[in-house]
């Protein structure tokens, strides 16, 4: 059975983070869905153009085995500002599904709203006063529970293959590893 994913994007997000998510979670099998925040289509932190398939009010409806935030400023920012997405990001928590932040989204997005209230989480290491929780925030990955989180850029691949891992099991995750030399 194919696991549907919410992937959020906005302007100014982290690419690399982006595309791991996207990529990993694609070759896994995973219905996805990429949603802005915004404007269909969005101007990454380094200026590559990415057409969603639609907005985040589109799917407010629909049910998601994971939603997964990429970092960067301001994509962070306008994750944080969308009321939408954080009642989805809620109701996600709530009902025990996975969600998913790397880089700045977890201090940005999730720990203003309580996404991380109880959590250990990790982040981008210059923001990790913001999380209510940082004993863990110097791990490359951390799962608590429901919530993934990770450092950046250079986590990238490790992170989605988590998450490939959560969702699709080890098997596959380090199925995807061995054919991406991961490892």
Request: glycine share 8%; net charge neutral.
């Amino acid at each position: 059975m194919s696991k549907k994913i919410l992937i959020a994007v906005a302007d100014g997000i982290e690419e690399l983070e982006t595309i791991a998510i996207i990529d990993c979670l694609g070759r896994a099998g995973a219905d996805l869905t990429i949603a802005s925040t915004g404007k269909q289509q969005i101007i990454t932190a380094r200026k590559i153009k990415i057409t969603a398939d639609c907005l985040v009010s589109d799917c407010s409806e629909n049910s998601y085995d994971l939603i997964a935030l990429p970092g960067g400023v301001p994509g962070a920012e306008s994750f944080r500002d969308s009321k939408v997405l954080i009642e989805m990001l809620k109701s996600q928590k709530d009902a025990g599904r996975f969600y998913a932040a790397i880089c700045a989204s977890p201090a940005i997005a999730f720990a203003p709203h309580g996404l991380l209230a109880g959590k250990k989480a990790t982040c981008y290491p210059s923001m990790e006063n913001k999380l209510p929780d940082a004993s863990a925030a110097n791990q490359r990955v951390v799962v608590d529970g429901n919530c993934i989180t990770s450092r950046g850029p250079g986590t990238a691949l490790e992170f989605s293959l988590k998450l490939v891992e959560l969702l699709f099991g080890s098997q596959k995750s380090q199925e995807l590893a061995k054919a991406m030399l991961v490892k």
